[in-house]
């Protein structure tokens, strides 16, 4: 049995299984083997569905430059195999558990965003297992309107089991420059001017107002010296004391992944007597791991507020957020990356994005001292990011009354497509999944 047949046949099992416990009234979720939520939920009283064997490249094609994978696939044993053909996926968020299903169910960034846009952007066909068992195949020309609608349903119409993923060609290595700006306003509008140049990533790293970096990476078929930040040497650290740097492109995808940007400090691995005694658990997948038991462990001790959270603003309204976020928030470092949706036409339901503006994404995670009621910053960043016309990623988090939440998102669509899709509500409907934890 090939690939192609073997996936067909588990899907068929998953099928019946989804229709049985729909028809037995459970409500449904999924037993994956990783996640990057940041939300603890216990899925109390839902039927599982075991997905985590879909996680497989069925094939690749060079000559179109498409990966046909499984939905639960890691971007990083994606990477593994196109890297063989000296190709990347378009766009990679830089955590090396999110998968690419959760990936365009979640609204994924990195720093090719602003050449390729979003994550969901790149990929041309998926395959939907929705709650009836039905499979359905679709893309811009089959099926549209369930196309254009799951990007950011969070799980709530279907679950992705297949997609047909872009590549681009890659090159052995990135050539880094890392531009220092001590003024927001300068800094924005270089990003502006940058995001319409050749270079092939942009994405920066914000210590404070006076030290704001700009990072532009280049492939390259050569480099001098290709530095190593997978052990002792700290990726975010270099920026810093570094206006160059050259990486194998492999390292590239992953140079947050090691340090989970800067947050492996809560795990005080950065101290380098520890650092050097855990080489095999410096990454995402480890820290994430801690994370979940210390939540199943730990009572939350009150006087702190966690605050993990990735926004979207505008490009022209971006100096007025990052004045807010340092006068109000105070988390840093901050990670910013510019994208631009592809399409500046065509939108995608479940997307509050304008199609064809630039905008900035700040990512800031962080623990706060807090003697306020429990969100309360969450909710002024809320508040904020509504005035400036952004929006914030679900993924965390979120605060919103139900109002506000449909304020942001199209319930109108949103009650269309869950009629067609998932007519009796095995799902959560979004607000439900992601403000109510349900
Ligand atoms: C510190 C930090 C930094 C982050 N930075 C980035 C970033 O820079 N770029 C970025 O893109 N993201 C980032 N994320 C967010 C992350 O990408 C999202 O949470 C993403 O949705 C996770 O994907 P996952 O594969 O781990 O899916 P999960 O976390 O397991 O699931 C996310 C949601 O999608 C649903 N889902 C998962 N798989 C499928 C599927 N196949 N079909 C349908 N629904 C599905 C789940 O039900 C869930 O509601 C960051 C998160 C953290 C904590």
């Known amino acids: 049995m090939d690939l192609q047949q ?15 416990a729909r028809t ?14 940041f939300r603890h939920r216990a899925p109390a ?6 997905v985590r064997s879909f996680n497989r490249v069925l094939a690749i094609d060079a000559e179109r430059m498409t990966a046909h994978v499984e939905g639960m696939i890691t971007y990083q044993a994606l990477v593994d195999q196109t890297l063989k053909y000296g190709l990347l996926p378009a766009v990679v968020p830089q955590l090396k558990t999110i998968t690419v299903g959760g990936a365009v169910s979640g609204l994924g960034i990195e720093s090719s965003s602003f050449r390729f846009g979003l994550v969901h952007e790149t990929i041309e066909t998926m395959e939907i297992l929705l709650c009836d068992g039905r499979l359905l195949t679709c893309s811009c020309r089959e099926h549209p309107d369930l196309f254009y609608g799951f990007p950011n349903s969070y ?21 880094l420059t890392h531009t220092r700006f001590t003024d927001p306003e300068s800094y924005f509008a270089r990003i502006v001017e940058r995001a319409n140049s050749a270079v092939d990533y942009l994405d920066g790293t914000i210590f404070s107002r006076r030290e704001m970096y700009l990072t532009e990476g280049e492939f390259v078929d050569d480099a001098p010296a290709v530095s190593d930040y997978t052990y002792m040497d700290i990726y975010y650290k270099s920026i810093q004391r570094k206006p ?8 590239y995808i992953w140079r947050w992944d090691t340090d989970w940007f800067w947050c492996s400090k809560h795990f005080h691995v950065q101290k380098p007597a520890i650092r050097r005694l855990f080489k095999w658990a410096l990454n995402s997948r480890t820290y994430q791991r801690i994370m979940r038991l210390s939540y199943s462990v730990l009572p939350d001790s009150g006087g702190t507020e966690s605050v993990i959270q990735d926004v979207d603003i505008p490009i022209g309204r971006a100096s007025e957020f990052f004045d807010f976020l340092l006068s109000e928030i105070a988390i840093s470092p901050l990670w910013m990356c510019p994208f631009k949706t592809r399409d500046s036409v065509r939108t995608w339901d479940l997307s509050p994005l304008q199609p064809g503006q630039m905008y900035v994404n700040f990512g800031f995670w962080d623990v706060i001292p807090s003697t306020h009621e429990k969100g309360y910053f969450n909710r002024k960043i809320e508040r904020k990011t509504m005035e400036l016309g ?39 409907d979004l607000y439900s999944k992601c403000v109510r934890r349900h």
């Open 6 to 20: 073997d996936h067909q046949r588990r899907i068929a099992t998953l099928a019946s299984e989804i229709d049985q």
């Open 24 to 37: 037995l009234g459970k409500r449904i979720g999924l037993r994956k083997s990783t996640s990057n939520l």
């Open 45 to 50: 009283g839902k039927h599982l569905i075991d």
């Open 155 to 175: 799980g709530t119409l279907g679950y992705a089991l297949g997609l047909t993923v872009r590549l681009i060609p890659a090159k052995p290595y990135v050539r």
């Open 244 to 251: 160059e740097d050259w990486l194998t492109a492999k390292d």
């Open 390 to 428: 952004g929006a914030k990623g679900l993924y965390s988090s979120a605060w919103y009354d139900e109002t506000e939440f449909w304020s942001i998102y199209d319930q109108a669509r949103y009650t269309q497509l869950k009629q067609t899709y998932d007519p009796h509500g095995v799902f959560p």
